[in-house]
Structure formats: C-alpha cells, structure tokens
Nanobody, 124 residues
Framework: VQLQASGGGLVQAGGSLRLSCAAS????????IGWFRQAPGQEREFVAA????????YYKDSVKGRFTISRDNAKNSVYLQMNSLKPEDTAVYYC??????????????????WGQGTLVTVSS
C-alpha cells in the first residue's frame, strides 16, 4: 500500500484547509484510515480515523467540531477537512492505513502503512 498525502500549506488562524490522502491498492474499500500529526519537538499524535465503510469515525478531543474526516472509496481517497484552525494545529500531518476492516482507533502501532506527510502551518 502506498499513500500520498497532500493539501498542506500556510493559513491564518481561523482559516481552513482540506488534506487529501490517496492510496493504492485494489482493496482500499476495506482499509481503515487514520490521520496523525507531529509538531516540531513533539510526539506524533492521533487526529482522526474513519472505518472502512465510512460509517464510523473517531476524533481527538481537541479537533472535534472543527475537523471532519471522510472518504471516497471510488477514488481511493480520504480527506480531512480542517476548519477554525489554531496555531497549535501546526504540524506535519500523516495518513496511515490499517489494511483490514478494523474499527477506527487512535493507536499508531496498529497502522501498518504511512504516507510521507504534508506540512500544515497556522499563523496567529
């Protein structure tokens, strides 16, 4: 499985960005997909995840109500719509895959494949 994350950039606080994660693989529609982020000098942390069907999602508390994860299995893609961005959202964002019909989880070690990351910078 190969993952390509895109959509990062520089935005002012309160603004929005939409991240995309394109995945290879014929069985994309059974993958659980997660988004993680890592700020400079900090540990990688979970942001959001979506089940293989899209019917179940899970969010980090601090992004609930601001971020929305979605997927389009016909396009082998997952999206992270980020609204009301804050400077503390600044990080490199990574998408990752659990190649099975897992429920969405926040445990990074359960994800087998990772993309290269896309940088999100939120200025105050």
């Amino acid at each position: 499985v190969q993952l390509q994350a895109s959509g990062g950039g520089l935005v002012q606080a309160g603004g929005s960005l939409r991240l995309s994660c394109a995945a290879s693989g014929r069985t994309f529609n059974i993958y659980t997909i997660g988004w993680f982020r890592q700020a400079p000098g900090q540990e990688r942390e979970f942001v959001a995840a979506i089940s293989w069907s899209g019917g179940s999602t899970y969010y980090k508390d601090s992004v609930k109500g601001r971020f929305t994860i979605s997927r389009d299995n016909a396009k082998n893609s997952v999206y992270l719509q980020m609204n009301s961005l804050k400077p503390e959202d600044t990080a490199v964002y990574y998408c990752a895959v659990i190649p099975s019909r897992s429920k969405p989880v926040a445990i990074a070690t359960m994800y087998d494949y990772w993309g290269q990351g896309t940088l999100v910078t939120v200025s105050s």
